[in-house]
């Protein structure tokens, strides 16, 4: 589906969503915690956003869906959200990337899920911003990975409730990235299934396949290569905003972003093999087909020139006389076929 885009010379800081257009509404989710306690409510669009940037509790507000401008002004207005910011959030085009603002962090991320119906990625863009007592996420459609990150939430056995917001962020992107290696092992399966298919039996359907593979590899290569550098900017910025305990947990994170492009990568290279293996299986059924054509043209040839000259009308030719002739001529072409299958076997062309 294309996106649609921003007019050209519009101001800096112009909202324009570029996404596909979607029918369902867009949905605030507001969870306010500390350590003795949580509350967690959706927020109707007409809230005053003001009054939770205000709160004394660390503050989460998750907006699925992005297509609402002015819940996105209003959210940015009572964060004092710079523009630029705002325009990035509804722009999902972007790439990957970090950003430093005098009181807050701005994300951009990917959020790869699996379609199961279709076997195929989707890949949405996903907005952090985080600073002082509060995290503010949005994501393009509901549904995401961060269910797990909720419930240690609502627990109170883990850490998280008594960290900052610098722990919550570094929590969501973890899940993010974790669930990638979710994407690449279910990418595993299916090129090991394709690798049996082309040694095998590879059809057209085959081909399409490892296409679509090729494709949907190139969408994670987009969401994860990028990452690294994103990781790697939390772990080295020196910012209040960002605590040293943390720092411990991040370089963690840019750990797991290495290894899984390092997979992404080795998937993606052996998916180009299946496709030279593609081509070579094929090329080799094609080469026996041609072989075995060319055998039994080899043998035909001497027989066609037998039965040619025997087949011709002339009045004078002493061997149609002879009454064994035509006897002899069979055994002759039966004994010339079967010494030609004899030598080609000998010669391991059969």
């Not at 490892?210 to 939390?234: C, D, F, K, S």
Request: hydrophobic share 45%.
């Amino acid at each position: 589906m294309a996106h649609k885009r921003k007019a050209v010379g519009a101001p800096p800081g112009t909202l324009f969503y570029t996404g596909p257009e979607r029918a369902e509404p867009v949905v605030v989710h507001l969870i306010e915690y500390d350590h003795d306690s949580l509350e967690e409510r959706s927020l109707p669009k007409e809230v005053d956003f003001g009054e939770i940037a205000r709160c004394d509790r660390l503050t989460w507000v998750n907006v699925d869906g992005l297509s609402d401008l002015e819940v996105t002004k209003a959210i940015g207005e009572a964060f004092d959200l710079h523009p630029l910011v705002l325009e990035d959030l509804v722009s999902t085009g972007q790439r990957p990337k970090l950003e430093e603002y005098e009181d807050y962090f701005f994300i951009v991320l990917r959020m790869l899920t699996l379609d199961e119906g279709e076997s195929r990625v989707r890949s949405e863009q996903i907005g952090i911003v985080f600073g002082e007592g509060f995290v503010l996420s949005f994501q393009e459609r509901a549904g995401d990975v961060w269910d797990a990150v909720r419930e240690r939430l609502r627990g109170r056995s883990g850490r998280i409730r008594s960290r900052g917001a610098d722990y919550l962020t570094y929590a969501l992107i973890d899940s993010i990235v974790d669930h990638y290696f979710h994407i690449l092992e279910g990418f595993a399966e299916r090129v090991e299934g394709l690798e049996m298919e082309v040694l095998h039996e590879p059809t057209q359907d085959t081909m399409r396949e490892i296409h679509g593979l090729r494709h949907e590899m190139l969408v994670v290569r987009r969401a994860v290569w990028p990452l690294r550098e994103l990781a790697n900017g939390l772990l080295r910025h020196e910012s209040e905003l960002i605590a040293e305990e943390t720092g411990l947990f991040l370089r963690d994170v840019y750990d797991h972003t290495v290894q899984v492009i390092d997979t992404a990568e080795t998937l993606r290279e052996v998916v180009s093999g299946l496709m030279d293996l593609y081509l070579s299986s094929v090329s080799n059924r094609m080469n026996e087909i041609m072989k075995v054509l060319t055998i039994m043209a080899s043998v035909f040839i001497p027989l066609t020139f037998l039965a040619g000259i025997y087949g011709m009308n002339f009045e004078f030719m002493p061997e149609l006389g002879i009454p064994w002739a035509y006897p002899t001529l069979l055994a002759l072409m039966v004994g010339i076929g079967i010494g030609l299958l004899v030598f080609f076997r000998r010669r391991g062309w059969l």
